[in-house]
């Protein structure tokens, strides 16, 4: 009388070190596609305070002064060029983020640099049609062409 139940042989050394590395695979491509980018346009501009560190292409030097504060509450944006403080209005939905006229205060600028800096950081700000947030803490700004105008980073990032 034949039987039909087979011995069972033992896993291969690759089968046993595969199964736990495609299980973790599997796993972490799950997690990241759960999270996407990881960033969310929901998350919320509002609250911190904005510091800005790139204006178009060229790098601001760290110490910079100039930043925002969004507060949804009021519509209001306001904050620091620099020199002067500076307020305005603002409108957001999805991505799209809208910056009315900007007002400031009209305090001499010791530093030339730093009075052309506040004239080209109002101007990126009124120019504002879009932002993406390009990481934890980093806010991107965009122009209606898609073009980065201001790079800013939350808190004491």
Do not use: K
Request: with cysteine.
């Amino acid at each position: 009388m034949r039987s039909s139940a087979r011995l069972a042989r033992p896993a291969s050394p690759a089968r046993r070190t595969a199964l736990p590395v495609l299980a973790a695979m599997v796993t972490a491509l799950a997690a990241l596609a759960g999270c996407g980018s990881g960033i969310s346009l929901d998350e919320p501009i509002e609250g911190p305070a904005w510091r800005l560190v790139q204006l178009g292409d060229e790098p601001i030097a760290p110490g910079g002064e100039a930043q925002v504060q969004f507060d949804r509450s009021s519509g209001r944006v306001s904050g620091s060029g620099g020199c002067n403080r500076i307020s305005g209005t603002f409108t957001r939905s999805g991505s799209t983020l809208r910056i009315g006229q900007m007002a400031a205060t009209r305090m001499a600028c010791l530093d030339p640099a730093r009075g052309g800096s506040e004239a080209q950081f109002v101007s990126a700000l009124q120019s504002t049609a879009s932002y993406r947030l390009a990481g934890p803490g980093r806010l991107a700004l965009l122009d209606a062409s898609g073009r980065t105008v201001a790079l800013l980073n939350s808190g004491g990032r």
